[in-house]
Each structure stands twice: as C-alpha cells, then as structure tokens.
C-alpha cells in the first residue's frame, strides 16, 4: 500500500504533526510550508524534508492525500478550503477558526469536497481522557450532569504583542486559545449535550500593563494586547446539565492548571495536570481519579497511565492518517470544532452585553 503523503503548514505547533505522520508507519511528510524562510529551512533540515515553500498554494500542486494546518487562527479558515478545494483532505489546529462563521464555512467547504476535515482536538487522545471516555461508555458514572473545567495559568501569555494577543488574528485570548481544548473534551466526556444558554465574564488585568508573560517567543512592545487574560463563564444544557468553565493567561494563582472534574449519578472523576513550570509540558504532571461509594464507604481510584506528555498531539495525527487509510470518521471531526466555536462565540457576546445569551 503506498504511504499517506502529507503537507504541513506552518512550522510551530507543525512540528507535533511533522512528528505524528513520521511515527506512523503508512504516512511520510513530503513537503512543508512555513512563510519565515529561515524557521523553514531549520525545520526542513531536522527533519528531513526536502519540498519547502513559502506559498502554500504552490505547495498545493504536489500530489498530497492531506495537510495538516499549524497556522495563526486568522488563517485556518482560507487556508483549509483552499486544501479542501484542491482536493486535499485536512487536520486543522484548534480553535476551529476565529468564530462559528468562518467554522461554518471550512465545514461547508469539506462537505462540498467530499473530504475529511479533522480538528486537532488533542487532549481527548491523552491516555487519561481515552480510560474516562471507556469508564463513561461503560455506564461508570450513570448521568453526568455538571462538570467543571478550566486552563488556568498564573504567568502565561503567549508571545505578547505577537498574533497570539490581537484580537483579528486570534479571535480572542484564553478562552478562545485554552478553554476551547478542556471545554471540548468535558462536553466530549459528557456525549455532546446541546448547549442552550451561556452566562460569562472577561477580564484584561495583567496583559495591558505587559504583565504575566510566559515563557515562549519574544515580547513585541510595539505590537498589540486587545484580547482578554481571563475568562469565566456558565453553560446550561437542553439536558438540564451545567459547566462551569475558567481560563486564564495570566492570574493570581499556585500555577498552571488544566482540569476536568465530572460529576455523576453514579461516580465522579477528576483529570489533572498540574505543572511545575507555567508553559513547560515536561514539568507537568497527569492524574486520572474516580470517585465512588462502594459498601457505604468514599473510595478514590487512582488510575495509573503512561505519562503522554506530548499531550495527545500524536495520536491524534496518527488517528488522522488512521482515518484515512480505512475512510472512517474522524473522534474529533470539524462539526465538533463548529459546536464548539458557536459556544464561544456565545460567551464572548455575553462578556461584551453582561447578559445571559442563547446558543444558536
Ligand atoms: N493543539 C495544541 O496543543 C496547540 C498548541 C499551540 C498552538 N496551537 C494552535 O496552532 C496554531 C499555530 O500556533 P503556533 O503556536 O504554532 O503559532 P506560531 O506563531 O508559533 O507558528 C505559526 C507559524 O505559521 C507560519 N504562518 C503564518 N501564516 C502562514 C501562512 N499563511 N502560510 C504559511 N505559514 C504561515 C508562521 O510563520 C509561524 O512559523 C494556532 O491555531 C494555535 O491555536 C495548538
């Protein structure tokens, strides 16, 4: 069988798929497109690949079975239908784009085509989130019926000045760029309730006075900061379910933290990762507890895992190419990235009108 060639856009985050279509053994990465010719060459280089463009629409005219888009949000939408136009199918970055509109359409695009767009929704490739989903499909927790997630971080900012805190490029700040990932896989965990109604909060405390930074890319204090640093909000579902959602760059916190806690009419579970160092993956650590009542007794599982601390961005490339080979669809496919982005979009419109908004 010959081998899924596969294109990437953009040489960040890009090298996480470079890595996952290089680890599995029917896809190989032909060519890479990245507009910083020097980030391109690198990239080439270390990983041995030898078609490099600048333009990706050049990169388009090789014979390639899929692309994998690593750009800046502003860019997942035009450069997703242009692959899906030229009859390629596409593994797109979270969030989905910068609103449910622009994801409407990337969705419509891969309908139109006949092809498979997937959202890099890693986190529900994580070795924990796989148990939950298999303890949650084995009736472990009866009806989940309220959760709480969040990606909360005490010094956080991502590049400030960079794409990463314009509000055109980025489409928003932590809710857009963190929460999108533990929202979606709480809702994931919970079977996709359809969410109705959303109540939230945005605030920009730290980020303005240039406070807060992580500890990635270089500070541009000629660039702009016009996105939020913290959000907080609260889903209802038709289901009668609740989320209580957080997200933060930057706050007044121990440290950085990922969560999902689910409750249950039958047990509860909490996943964690809590880092030593806001940003650094390698210093984090991943837990997956369930809570039961056995014999009138409180009992804490404590599930023990491979550490994964790439974070499922692997596995997902590799389900991807996996999809492919046996023309299966995708865990995480676009429609999924579209539900999500119209929650955000909800969210953002409540901070701005201070009101309970409806979830078209
Ligand atoms: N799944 C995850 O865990 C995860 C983590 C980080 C970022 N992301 C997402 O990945 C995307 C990229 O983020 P990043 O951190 O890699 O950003 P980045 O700024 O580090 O890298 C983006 C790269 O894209 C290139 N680029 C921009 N426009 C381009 C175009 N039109 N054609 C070709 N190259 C172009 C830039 O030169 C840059 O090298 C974002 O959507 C972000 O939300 C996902």
Known sequence: MAKIKAGV????IGTYHIEGYQAHEDAEVVALCDLNEELLAETGEEYGIEELFTDYEDMLELDLDCVSVCVPNKFHAPLT?????????VLCEKPLAR??????????????????LMIQFNNRFRPEAKMLKGHVDAGTFGDIYFARCGWIRRNG????????????????????????HMLDLTMWLMGNPEPELCLASTYSVF????????????????????????????????GGQ???????????????W????????????????VFAVDGIDDTAIDTLEI???????????VVKLEPDEAMGRHTAVQHFVDCLIEGEEPISPATDGLRIMKILDAMYKSADSGRAVKIK
């Open 258 to 273: 990922v969560y999902s806690t689910l409750m249950g009419t039958e047990a509860g579970a909490s996943l964690e990762r």
């Open 99 to 116: 609103t449910a509109r622009e994801g409407q359409r990337m969705v419509d695009a891969a309908e139109k085509a006949g092809l498979t």
């Open 81 to 89: 239908i242009g692959c899906l136009k030229a009859g390629k199918n």
């Open 9 to 12: 856009i953009g040489a960040g």
């Open 291 to 301: 809570y039961t009542q056995e014999q009138d007794e409180a009992v804490d599982r």
């Open 207 to 238: 980020g303005p006075q240039m406070e807060g930074l992580g500890p990635w890319g270089t500070p541009d204090p000629k660039g702009t900061f016009d996105v939020e640093d913290m959000a907080v909000g609260m889903l209802k579902f038709a």
């Open 242 to 256: 609740t989320i209580l959602l957080e997200a933060s760059w930057a706050s007044r916190i121990k440290r950085e």
């Open 157 to 180: 900012i991502p590049g400030w000045g960079s794409w990463f805190t314009s509000e055109e490029v980025a489409g928003g700040g932590p809710l857009i760029d963190l929460a999108v």
